[in-house]
């Protein structure tokens, strides 16, 4: 497939989360602000560009009998570099993320990348197959969180807008599930009407 | 007594799945019926349990010792790959049906981030041998409590008259939102 | 383009050089951030001291001393200015909140008046709990300058003079719970 639409697939119709479900348990887990739910995909195209990368590039080497094995090893690293450069440079989102970071190793998207697509395709697909899921992931986690943030605390990317709290049942845990059930019907809905 | 408290914190008022959000992909795609949910709780249970109590002897005896913590993420995956593939070997032996019922599933236990993230936690909060079993085991259980609850509410919203652009994830999760709410019930019992 | 065949030697191959570059990488990783980590870990420990106890010109957490209590340990910051001792922060804590453990930094004077209280840990409801943190609320500012000997470090609904937040009662005995336990602990340590 030509790369823009490679490139592209990852934000709406081959959307991650609205429309794959992968990577759910971050999507719910870390949403409670924008900026953490922008972090996190960052991070997680991070290490989803570098093990696509990596994979692409050693895929003939590595024997089919151990192939989810290496891919593994390959991701963990990535995670382990992500975990450590954070901790080391960004410590308050390294808090506000917490246990989430080194849970980006069994995000089923990054395996499931690495094996669908980069085990199978050139170093450059590969590359821009990792950044645009990533991305996409990116969009929907920020755009979750965005909601959860506005409805739950009145504020957007850290800047009030009200006095007081907002519903605080969607930055508990209820409303998490709640949001992204309705935010999952609407962004289908509106790109089914674009398509 | 620290035992009653790990247990019903880890099963009620942490719920792995309802209060901490993970274990969320096999919880919606296992989900769909009561059956397999069960299926899929035993499995976590043997591999979340065996995982912790692995982990918890790497962390304590390998990893800080030799100070190479950051060796974690790494070692405690593939431990989890690796007892993945022993349960799906054992399984086929000794219960090929089970073996098949699972399917797909079994292999996903590994990218289950509970069995990772109950393997971590147990380090954090700095339990020993013993409490580490003992979180890990409720844990479990409060996952296959909260599957399984969830399968039977799905079983019944298949035959509700839900508005078509919600039917199928969309109202699973309004669903599961409202399961949590119900769940946060139990906090401040421990 | 042909993959490796799967044979043991192969697979072992292909793992065991994977894993050691994985594992060289990583430990290279590890020391250049080993500095910049501790260092983020000590800014944001002099941060809640800094915000406790009145200014200070020497390096409290190298001159931090502990004690153990009740299973847990609590440590003391003494903070100086040229020879003459400001305060002190003392890092408590609390098993009583609403959602687990709570850590406090209390910063005493010489004479045993609360300076001020920070929130270093939490995990309480937003909206409810979660008023103990000063960006919050300002209800901890209630602490400022009292005397622990004067005024009763417990709930007003128990008897003391500490204004519970409103409908958080627990985190607000478990914050009472963590300066109480630092204080104790203060006097005993003074008085050796």
Redesign the interface.
Known sequence: MDQLKNFTKGFIKENPVFALFLGLCPTLGVTTTAINGMGMGLATTFVLLMSNIVVAL?????????RI??FI??I??FV??VE??M???L?SLFEALGLFIPLIVVNCLVLGRAEAFASKNNLLSSAIDGLGMGLGFTFALTLLGAVREIL?SGSIFGLKFIAG?GM?IF??SPGAFIALGYLIVIVNKLSKKGA | MEYIIIIISAIFVNNIVLNKFLGICPFIGVSGKVETSVGMSGAVLFVMTIATLVTYLIQNYILTPFG?G??QT?TFILVIASLVQLVEIILKKVSPSLYQALGIFLPLITTNCAVLGVAIMAGQQDLNLMESIVFAIANSIGFGLALILFAGLREHLDLADVPRPMKGVPIAFVVAGLLAMAFMGF??IV | ???????LK??LI??IA??LI??A???G??EL?KE??AA??L??KNNAIRQVIPEFDNSPTSEVYKQAVDGDTIYFYPGTMGDEPVGTAVETYSMLG??GEIKVMVGFLPDGTINDVAVLEHEE???LGDKMERKKSEWSLQFQGKNPESFRLSVKKDGGDVDAITAST?SSRAFCDAVTRAYNTYKEINKK
């Open positions: 050693i895929k003939n080497f590595i024997p089919d009998k151990v094995p290496s090893v390959i963990a690293s382990t570099i450590l450069t901790q080391a440079y410590p739950g709290d605080l930055i508990l | 190479i950051y060796m790494i906090a401040g | 383009m042909a993959k490796k065949e799967s044979n192969n697979m292909a793992l994977i894993t994985a594992s990488s990583l430990g990783i590890y951030t910049p980590i983020a870990k800014e944001k609403f959602s409801t937003p909206g627990i």
